[in-house]
Every structure is written in C-alpha cells, then in structure tokens.
C-alpha cells in the first residue's frame, strides 16, 4: 500500500469518526493510531489490539507509515497515539511538545539479509557497519527503504559508522515499506538491512537469508507516544491513554510476548526498560 492510499485511509477513518461523542470513557470514537509498516506487515497489531478492544471497549483504528510519517501524523493532529520505532526521534517528539510521554513497549532488532550466494562475503562480519562497507566495495545490490521510517535511520547511522555511504549504481531506495523492499531485494538478488519481524513474516516468500546478526548497533526499540490533545480537538486523548496503559501492563505485554509467526517469537516485550 502506497503512503498516499494508507494516508487517504487514516483520513476516510478520521472522517468517519467526526460524529462520534466521547463520555470520558475513550469510547465514543475509535483511537486513531499512526505507526510502522511493521507492526501492521508482521500482523502483530491484528492479533492484539482485538484484545484491547475487548478489554477496554474502546475501539482502535490504524495506518502503517514509515516512523518519520507517522510521527508527522501525530504532529499534524491526525492521529491520538503513535507506535514507532526511532528512539532519537521519538526524544525529540516529546521535546518538542507534540507528545505527552514516551513508553517502552517491545523490542526486535534488524539484520542484514541477502542472497545465499553472498557476493559481498559479508557473513561473519565483526558488525553491520563492516558488512555495509563490504558490499559498498564489492558494488553488490542494496536495497533501502528510503522512506525516512526507523529502519531508514538505523541504516543511515550504520553508513555514518561504516565511515559514511558511497555512491554506486547498486544502491536503491524504494520508498516503500519493509515488505515491499524484501521483494525489491529478492527480486534484484540485492542486500537489504530489515527488521526481524517483517522478515520472519516474508522469509518464505523472498529468496533471501540473513547473513548478519546479533550486532548491539542492531537493537530495534519500539516506542508508544500519547499525541499532545491540544494537536488534535475533537480527538480521543482518554482512549488513546487507555491504549498505552493497556500496552505497557502485564495484559498487553503478555500478548506481545505471545504473539508468533511459525513459533517464533517477534516482538519481547520490554515496558520495564531495554
């Protein structure tokens, strides 16, 4: 789904919601929750935010963008809460004022996936910023989102640690979501930095395997930030605080934990700290 159709989406829902009457309960109108491709791409969110509902009684309805965009989303006063994952953006949200708070929710992390072949001889590399200079020198295909989302940023800083990205015709940038770019790189037979979610949700359908892994630089934190109300009248700042509770207590963090994709664990939870 393009930015433009999961924006037009978070607009016909926001619409749709207008009519709705809140009691202080966070039950007259659904959340409006801008987050990460991931989350929605991995199926996480379908999975939990049910039992929220149930839970609660309060409905949730969402977009996935990349983080940049959801966090603009949130700025702009059209959406109650965002769950992202860009640590250093998200501080400087709160900073700003265009959130009340920052939690912990979960963790995954990234790793660098690629073809089997492994042209770049980057499996083994001592850390992904190594692994990055390697394919840069042997002008292997790499495959960025390119979108300004959280895994955008990482990639960017891992470049700053590699000493900084080259040009050469093998690098890519789709713009697009996770999902998208993991076909792209499949596709090109290219390299790709994914977060490991979306690439347990899609190892199946893509011809690609990981080659690095377990690098401390790729830790992947996720953050819930609560909009600032005053961004967004007429909003559903008591059901968006519902949904941050729910998220950070034992309930939702038990279902986080729960969730698997083939028996394997995607998210873990980590609303006592990282």
């Known amino acids: 789904m393009s930015v433009a159709t999961r ?24 959340v409006a929750m801008a987050t990460t491709t991931s989350t929605n791409d991995t199926g996480l969110l379908q999975a939990i935010i049910p039992q929220f509902e149930k839970a609660s009684g ?9 983080t940049g965009q959801a966090l603009k989303l949130g700025e702009k006063g059209d959406a109650d809460v965002v769950l992202v ?12 004022g265009h959130a009340t708070e920052r939690r912990d929710v979960m963790w995954n992390d990234f790793l660098i996936v690629g073809p089997a072949a ?19 020198g042997a002008k292997a295909p790499f495959i960025s989102r390119g979108d300004d989302s959280g895994t955008h940023s990482r990639e960017k800083a891992l470049w700053k640690s590699a000493g900084g990205k080259p040009a050469w015709d093998g690098y890519a940038e789709t713009g697009q979501g ?8 499949h596709e090109r037979q290219g390299y790709a930095l994914a977060d490991r979610g979306t690439w347990l949700s899609f190892r199946k359908r893509v011809d690609l395997v990981p080659l690095v892994e377990g690098d401390k630089a ?16 007429g909003g559903n700042p008591q059901g968006a605080r519902k949904l941050v509770e729910w998220l950070t207590s034992a309930a939702g963090q038990a279902a986080i934990g729960a969730f698997t994709v083939e028996g394997e664990q995607l998210f873990h939870p980590s609303s006592a700290g990282e």
Request: aromatic residues 4%.
């Open 7 to 30: 924006l037009l989406a978070l607009c016909t829902l926001l619409l749709a919601a207008c009519g709705g009457k809140d009691d202080g309960s966070g039950a007259g109108e659904p």
């Open 58 to 66: 309060v409905k949730v309805k969402w977009v996935s963008v990349g």
């Open 85 to 96: 994952h860009d640590r250093a953006k998200e501080d400087e949200y709160v900073k700003a």
């Open 118 to 136: 492994d042209p770049a001889k980057v499996k083994g590399a001592p850390s992904a910023a190594t692994a990055l200079a390697q394919i840069a």
């Open 178 to 185: 996770m999902g998208l770019t993991l076909t792209v790189a």
């Open 218 to 233: 790729l830790r992947n934190p996720y953050g819930v930030l609560p909009v600032t109300p005053a961004l967004r009248p």
